[in-house]
């Protein structure tokens, strides 16, 4: 870089920056090119300035950064931009920032003073997304070049093949076409002279190679198949030369020679439905077996020298839809590994097909790929893809999760394998229907050290709840099954994942008893309440049952004399009220809804009383007196839609308000006292709004926090009836809780803490 050249890229950042304060947007010269300009300077001088950041094309920033190297050190801002890269492309400048925010937190890297986002749990490592494909993604490999590098291959439901630069993430050359359908696997096929051929299979029926070198194809396409093929696989013989094998719909397996394109003997049959994959297993002895999956649940061995069936199928999964894959374990042997619909890995010695340890569980969707990475120091783990959008590292010998769920895919996760890149390190590539591979190095980036645990499974709610010593535990809940304590001012977890509930827990609220301990509630669709000591994270008691549905929320309620009952909303259209420190019923269920009951909470009156709110999927709020089990008035009308959640809002002048929210896509005010409307609901929301909660702010005030599917967290001015601010996330916002300093919301999986002087400023 000349002195000339960097008093260029300086000046071209303060012009930039100087029209990106006044106009809010760039020259569209400076948007494209000014990350050219930048990076070779360094990034320090555009990651200084997230207000410019935000103007610069999302797809340049990441193509400058991959022509230099994905795993070059960066910035925080830098980093977060390229992991999130095809998120930020579909919004606006105005738009970004939170969700850069977001991902920095999520790799791991601290909060700078003006960061909106404080934390983010749990924390991932560093990650580059490939973008080119314009559909699904559907399988990758490595193929190594006769230079010594290696390509990444991928296939796509969009019918072409692509080549990358595995670490910079660059296509390597155009993209090879040919196939008439969607293409669903690759393979590298070794040839005896030291080069390799790409083989790439089809549902039009055929399988094509390829030179990797120059992209242009190696012979006429292999037809012999009757229905659309399913994957490949190489299978090296004793000779030096190679056979492809190859997978169908038409229920066979066919081998191929490479070199010739003609067929080697005749296709393999004995699967009863489609066969979905194969996979070559080395054996102790030096020869291999081919290993072949269907969905007629069963995985033959195959001896390829004489193809041959060798022993009995294994009928491995509870599911019929199944694949294979061969697995090189640190003591130097192979097993086989089978994955299917039913979320689990097995793994099986090759040579008797008996169980290798205990399946692999965490999974909550169909597992869709696995491969062996090798990480720095020598270290081999096993990665497993899943229609759960996760990628899952596993020690293969203990059979026990390495780190946390990998996350930054956006739909199911289709595929893995493990390439090598300059300076002997492996990364990880996964594929996936968001139309993107990714490139993962756990030990690159900002997010090293042990990682925090997480929900893996949307979470459902959340609540602050305070404990004995004076200080609060964040509690969030999550269709997994499972309730969460986190700390508030870090999102590091509290102890172990509270466990019990037999499905989705679906809120969680603290109860105040009247010798001053706190118990936390957790209700679920075991139709079950469950009490806590949130100090230890034990049951205090058996379950509460009586409900005969689903229970879908839960809030303490303070009696006039000085006791706090709980109230549970149920989609048996009751809710019902219990003694917190005896699990015993408080009164008769409350009848009246004619739907499912969603959401309740407590509602302070200015005479001092309290009145109960529930809100129901027949569209109204009802209000009830908690000590008579009386209604509070006439049902409160005027959604649209079914109401989902409910909230009180203290007013400066010592009175309160009534919000609900609803799949009317509005949030509406109202006064507990009459029953009546508080102003015009409060528009802004499109799609359903999840939730709210009251936020004090200073100065006495409070606003109102509501959470939506449309993936927005809106702060509205309860007295005004005006919004304050937008903050724009990735995925929907499904729960809320705040404290003084801090907003916690719920996205997807994951929780988050939100600066509330930054979102209100």
């Given at each position: ?651 400066p002048d010592g009175t309160t308000l009534l919000a609900t929210t609803s799949a009317d896509s509005t949030v509406r005010l109202w006064d507990p006292s009459t029953g009546d409307p508080h102003g015009d609901p409060m528009t802004g929301h499109t799609d359903t709004v999840t939730g709210c909660c009251a936020v004090p702010v200073p100065h006495g005030t409070t606003v109102l926090a509501s959470t939506s599917r449309d993936g927005t967290l809106r702060l509205w001015d309860p007295t005004q009836l005006e919004p304050l601010s937008v903050i724009t996330f990735p995925e929907p916002t499904m729960a809320v809780a705040a404290t003084a300093s801090t907003l916690f919301v719920g996205v997807g999986r994951g929780i988050c803490g939100i600066s509330v002087s930054a979102a209100t400023e």
């Amino acid at each position: 870089m000349t002195v000339a050249g960097e008093a260029i890229a300086l000046a071209l950042t303060r012009l930039a920056e100087s029209t990106a304060v006044a106009k809010q947007s760039i020259e569209p010269y400076l948007e494209r090119y000014l990350p050219a300009h930048v990076q070779s300077i360094g990034w320090r001088y555009l990651a200084a300035t997230q207000a410019l950041l935000d103007q610069m094309d999302v797809a340049a920033v990441h193509s400058e950064v991959a022509r230099t190297g994905f795993w070059q050190p960066l910035p925080a801002t830098i980093q977060a931009t390229v992991w999130a890269a095809d998120l930020l492309v579909h919004f606006p400048a105005s738009q970004r920032r939170t969700i850069r925010d977001l991902a920095a937190r999520k790799l791991g890297h601290a909060p700078e003073p003006n960061s909106i986002v404080l934390w983010a749990a749990p924390t991932f490592p560093y990650s580059a997304p490939i973008l080119g494909h314009t559909a699904e993604v559907t399988g990758c490999c490595a193929v190594p070049l006769s230079d010594g590098s290696t390509v990444l291959a991928t296939t796509s439901e969009d019918g072409t093949v692509r080549l990358w630069d595995p670490g910079t993430g660059v296509p390597h050359g155009e993209p090879l076409t040919g196939h008439a359908g969607r293409v669903t696997a690759c393979c590298a096929v070794p040839l005896s002279d030291g080069t390799s051929l790409l083989a790439t299979t089809s549902w039009d029926e055929t399988v094509r190679l390829w030179d990797p070198r120059t992209g242009l194809p190696h012979g006429e396409p292999l037809t012999g198949h009757t229905a659309g093929l399913t994957g490949c696989c190489a299978i090296q013989l004793p000779d030096g030369s190679s056979l492809l094998a190859t997978t169908s719909w038409d229920e066979t397996v066919r081998l191929w020679d490479p070199l010739t394109g003609l067929p080697h003997g005749e296709p393999l049959t004995g699967h009863t439905d489609a066969v979905t994959a194969c996979c070559v297993v080395p054996l102790p002895d030096g020869t291999t077996i081919l290993a072949t999956a269907g969905r007629d649940g069963s995985v033959f061995l195959w001896d390829p020298s004489t193809i041959h069936p060798r022993g009995d199928p294994l009928f491995a999964h509870t599911d019929s839809s199944i694949r294979c894959y061969a697995v090189p374990l640190p003591d130097g042997t192979t097993v086989l590994a089978t994955t299917n619909l039913d979320g689990t890995v097995r793994l099986w010695d090759p040579l008797s097909g008996t169980p290798h340890g205990e399946p692999l569980t965490g999974h909550t969707a169909a597992v869709s790929g696995c491969c062996t990475v090798q990480l720095a120091g020598g270290t081999t783990v096993l990665a497993t893809t899943s229609w759960d959008r996760t990628v899952r590292l596993w020690d293969p010998r203990t059979g026990r999760q390495y780190g946390n769920p990998l996350t930054g895919h956006t739909a199911e996760v289709t595929g893995c394998c493990a390439v090598p890149v300059a300076g002997g390190i492996s990364v990880l590539a996964t594929t996936s229907r968001d139309e993107t591979t990714r490139l993962w190095y756990p030990e690159a980036g900002g997010a090293r050290g042990e990682p925090l645990t997480g929900h893996s499974d949307d979470v459902t709610g959340c609540c602050v709840v305070p404990l004995a010593d004076g200080t609060k535990v964040l509690a969030t809940t999550s269709r997994d099954g499972t309730m969460r304590l986190w700390d508030p001012g870090t999102g590091a977890p509290r102890g172990d994942p509270l466990t019990g509930h037999t499905s989705s827990v679906t809120g969680c609220c603290a109860a105040p008893l009247a010798d001053g301990t706190i118990v936390l509630v957790t209700t679920s669709w075991d139709e079950t309440v469950r009490l806590w000591d949130p100090g230890t994270g034990r049951p205090r008691s058996d379950w509460l049952t009586g409900h005969t549905d689903r229970v879908t929320g839960c809030c303490a309620v303070p009696l006039p004399d000085g006791t706090t009952i709980v109230a549970t909303a149920s989609e048996d259209e009751t809710v019902r009220l219990w003694d917190p420190g005896t699990g015993r019923p408080y009164g008769d269920p409350l009848v009246g809804h004619t739907d499912w009951v969603t959401g309740c909470c407590a509602v302070p009156l200015s005479d001092g009383n309290t009145v109960l709110a529930t809100v129901s999927v027949d569209c109204s709020v009802r209000l009830w007196d908690p000590s008579t089990g009386y209604p509070h008035g006439d049902p409160l009308i005027g959604h649209t839609d079914w109401v989902t959640g409910c909230c009180a809002i203290p007013l400066p002048d010592g009175t309160t308000l009534l919000a609900t929210t609803s799949a009317d896509s509005t949030v509406r005010l109202w006064d507990p006292s009459t029953g009546d409307p508080h102003g015009d609901p409060m528009t802004g929301h499109t799609d359903t709004v999840t939730g709210c909660c009251a936020v004090p702010v200073p100065h006495g005030t409070t606003v109102l926090a509501s959470t939506s599917r449309d993936g927005t967290l809106r702060l509205w001015d309860p007295t005004q009836l005006e919004p304050l601010s937008v903050i724009t996330f990735p995925e929907p916002t499904m729960a809320v809780a705040a404290t003084a300093s801090t907003l916690f919301v719920g996205v997807g999986r994951g929780i988050c803490g939100i600066s509330v002087s930054a979102a209100t400023e």
